[in-house]
């Protein structure tokens, strides 16, 4: 029991809360892109692009890995200690809903860079009645870089 805690440990970050999820899963995409890149180095083949599936690959990871040893851990956590029934239930609905998540953010991301390469129509501020070209012009930019620092945010 002790050695599947320890090797089910390090894997577990998708029953965490999404936000948190969500930056060990890029962090996770990142460091085997760079393996990637070493391992095709040391073989003299050229580097492998970077992974823009980030969704795709997280559900994999999901369906391959965490999910199996999860139902093999939760099976010996129920028949050990029944009484923590509820919280093994608050468990997988959070893995449930953070796998819906992952199934449309690479769709999601995509719709948003879309949008962010699309040029803004630039207008001048003191032509439009009501507003003033220095407060708007802030609130403008505040909302360009939010659309554009998807990667970072959640949902």
């Not at 029991?1 to 996770?28: E, M």
């Not at 990142?30 to 559900?59: M, N």
């Amino acid at each position: 029991v002790w050695s599947l805690i320890i090797r089910s440990a390090d894997v577990f970050h998708p029953l965490r809360p999404f936000r948190l999820h969500q930056q060990w899963a890029l962090r996770i995409t990142k460091e085997f892109d760079e393996q990637a890149k070493l391992i095709s180095a040391r073989r003299g083949l050229p580097p492998p692009k970077p992974s823009t599936l980030v969704g795709e690959k997280t559900i994999g990871f999901l369906n391959f890995l965490v999910i199996p040893l999860l139902k093999r851990l939760l099976g010996v956590v129920i028949t050990k200690v029944p009484s923590k029934r509820p919280f093994v239930d608050s468990l997988l609905q959070r893995l449930k809903r953070n796998h819906q998540i992952w199934a449309s953010y690479d769709k999601l991301r995509e719709a948003r860079l879309q949008k962010s390469r699309q040029s803004p129509t630039i207008l001048k501020t003191s032509s439009i009645p009501g507003l003033s070209s220095e407060g708007s012009m802030r609130k403008s930019l505040a909302s360009i870089r939010r659309d554009r620092s998807f990667g970072t945010r959640t949902f």
